[in-house]
């Protein structure tokens, strides 16, 4: 059976840097309340006229080049976003055509803040079952333009950003190198403690003038439940992958947790009793862009040359749904 390498990086973030001394002109907010409860100094936004899309396709790019490959040797995508372009199609297909690659499939896949890791238990299957060789892994999101900007909103506004990160995955002959396993969980008991409820279809109709009066359509969490429920998760998460192989937490070399808060990573290495040189944040530039986090600080930390063939690399997720997730991967 084949085993899948990570066999190239990428990472597109929009040009527009929004700063918290920004958001304070927006809401009743500072910049002192967002660094220390959040680490976040900055974000990117999309302009008008950006789609997810357009970032998907510019860090499967960086990603294709990375490898070495062009697009046409990708025989499957796997994208995961909880903020597609369209309600349908999903952000998959238009991927797919702005890559030139009609033909092959697209799977559209929701997991929220855990949809990489998601993605890549999905993609590791299609490899693993020899259906494809190649696949494309993309997290995609653009959070922005759903946010409440008032002083209502402002515990959700001043979290997210925009942006998109992918890998190209790639049978290789089986071995120890690649990836060694991914873990799932999911429980929907908390489904509204962080969501949208508005547009939804079964609301009738889907979108009405009264949702948006009320604000719907915003996004909005019980931000203490969530941070309770992630610094529990994400370790058992990551005890559990390594229990799977007989390893411990001292055998990581590298440590890309979902940036949600720096506050919750900081809990999560602490726990695993890890390094600063072993944990990869980058939240403070960047703030959480969801199914895009764990990408973004992948291409950026193979880009500083953090990881050296061999070494064991470790990810983690936890996010709305709630959906958590852990994946080690033999560089
Ligand atoms: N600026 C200033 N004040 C804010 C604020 C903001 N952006 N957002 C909330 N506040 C206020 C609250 O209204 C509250 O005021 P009150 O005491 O007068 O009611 C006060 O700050 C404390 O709010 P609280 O929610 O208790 O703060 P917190 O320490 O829990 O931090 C979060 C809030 C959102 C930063 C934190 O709960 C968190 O990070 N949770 C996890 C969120 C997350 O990661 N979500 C995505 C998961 S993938």
């Not at 610094?231 to 992958?241: D, G, H, L």
Request: glycine fraction near 10%; include cysteine; hydrophobic fraction near 40%.
């Amino acid at each position: 059976m084949p085993s899948t390498a990570i066999i190239g990086t990428g990472f597109h973030v929009p040009d527009r840097v929004v700063s918290n001394a920004e958001l304070t002109g927006l809401m009743d907010t500072s910049d002192e309340w967002i660094v220390e409860r959040t680490g976040i100094r900055e974000r990117r936004w999309v302009r008008e006229g950006e789609s997810g899309a357009d970032l998907a396709r510019r860090a499967s790019e960086m990603a294709l080049e990375d490898a070495g490959c062009e697009a046409g040797e990708v025989e499957a995508i796997v994208l995961a976003t909880l903020s597609p372009d369209h309600f349908f199609p999903g952000t998959g297909v238009f991927l797919q055509r702005e890559l030139g690659l009609a033909g092959i499939p697209s799977i559209d896949l929701r997991a929220q803040c855990s949809g990489f890791l998601y993605g890549l238990q999905v993609a590791d299957a299609l490899i693993r079952s020899e259906q494809y060789r190649t696949v494309l892994l993309v997290g995609v999101e653009i959070q922005s333009t759903g946010l409440d900007l008032s002083t209502r909103g402002r515990d959700m506004a001043v979290l997210f950003g925009d942006g998109a990160g992918a890998a190209l995955l790639e049978a290789i002959d089986g071995g120890d190198r690649g990836v060694l396993s991914t873990h799932l969980w999911a429980d929907g008991r908390h489904a509204e403690t962080l969501w949208a409820e508005s547009p939804s279809a079964c609301r009738h109709p889907y979108v009405s003038a009264a949702d948006l009066d009320a604000g719907r359509h915003y996004p909005t969490m019980d931000g203490r439940d969530v941070f309770r429920h992630a610094t529990r998760r994400m370790p058992e998460a990551v005890e559990t992958a390594l229990e799977a192989h007989g390893l411990a937490a001292s055998d990581i070399d590298l440590l890309v947790p979902h940036q949600a808060n720096l506050r919750i990573s900081q809990m999560v290495q602490r726990r695993l009793g890890l390094p600063d040189e072993k944990v990869v944040n980058n939240i403070e530039r960047y703030g959480n862009t969801t199914a895009a986090t764990i990408p973004i600080a992948l291409a950026e930390a193979v880009r500083a040359g953090r990881l050296e063939p061999g070494d064991l690399l470790c990810m983690v997720a936890f996010g709305s749904g709630f959906t958590w997730a852990s994946a080690l991967v033999r560089w």
